[in-house]
């Protein structure tokens, strides 16, 4: 057994949104590694699906439906996974969904719902089981879904690049506060690249105002999925970096090779993808200390931030003049 497996084998995750794409690759993959899994999903059909697959592969694991916004859904959930597969010694906050089109044509609902799924859903997966990991007492691990997107910016797409921001400065702030209140659970945020999903088709779109221009985005976005990672190889890559304790977990480090501050980390830069156009950073605790990787990169360098979209190329905007 390899190092991923002694750290994972025998314990449990809970993840949430594992009936499809990113999570259901991060379920499939902790059972491989001897982990029971329970899957929380809105979709009960899909999580069923993959629950009973992982079971009929000789492991364990249980799948509920619930609604990460709602945060009695998510207690309950805790309290019978607790019950029913022990401890939980690693959560991953994973349901997400984006969301198409100009700002301004983004209606209300859509705003509220996809701020309440990505961005509250996590806090609601902090609140239930953080006080039990720590009344259980066993070393656990939170693990919340960034983006690539949580450290760039890009036009059409702004609410849920907001919500990967906001998950990014939520997970480094929960981290800072449990190293603080020295409790032993440790954090990550993970941001993939482009893998394989349904979360573009099932993405929202703007009703009125300029429909054309988000669909446009969304065409531009299924193409990138032509050449997207499968989920269990994102998965593998997540594991191995968390295993070495990274804070930062990327499926594409190639892409975090781009020069902006986030950068890697020695695990990720030593992953086989393309790791040569690595760009050396310091270490993850000296930039989680006060700011967050994207204020020390606007501070240090006056520069915006990567932009992609629309299937162009990233490129590096100047929001000040030179
Ligand atoms: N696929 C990518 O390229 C990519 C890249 C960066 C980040 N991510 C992130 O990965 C996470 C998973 O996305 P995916 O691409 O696998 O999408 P997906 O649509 O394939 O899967 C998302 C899952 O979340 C579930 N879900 C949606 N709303 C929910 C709710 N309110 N409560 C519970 N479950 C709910 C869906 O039913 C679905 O099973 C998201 O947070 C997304 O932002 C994905």
Known sequence: MGETGKQFADG???V??????????LARYAASLGMAVAIADIDHEAARAVADDLVR????????????RDLGAMDAFADEVY????????LINNAGIEQFGYLWDVP???????IDINVTGVFNGVKAFVPRMVRAGVPSRIWNLSSMGGVSVGPRQAPYIVSKHAVLALTECLKLELESAEIDVSVAAILPGPVTSRIFESAGGVESGDRAAG????????KVKDAAMSPL??????????????????????????PWPSGVSSSAREAPHDSSRASSTPPVGERLVGYSNRAVHHMRDKIGTVCCGSGKPPRWYSWNNP
């Open 12 to 14: 449990v995750l809970a």
């Open 16 to 25: 949430t949104g594992g009936g499809s794409g990113v999570g259901e690759g």
């Open 57 to 68: 592969s000789g492991g364990k694991a249980l799948a509920r439906k619930v609604d990460v």
């Open 83 to 90: 019950g029913e597969l022990g401890p939980v010694t690693l």
């Open 108 to 114: 209300e609902v859509s705003w509220h719902r996809l």
């Open 215 to 222: 669909e446009a985005e969304r065409t531009a976005m299924l």
């Open 233 to 258: 190889e994102a998965a593998e890559r997540v594991f191995a970096q968390g295993a070495a304790g990274d804070f930062y977990l990327l499926t594409h480090p190639e892409m975090a090779a781009l």
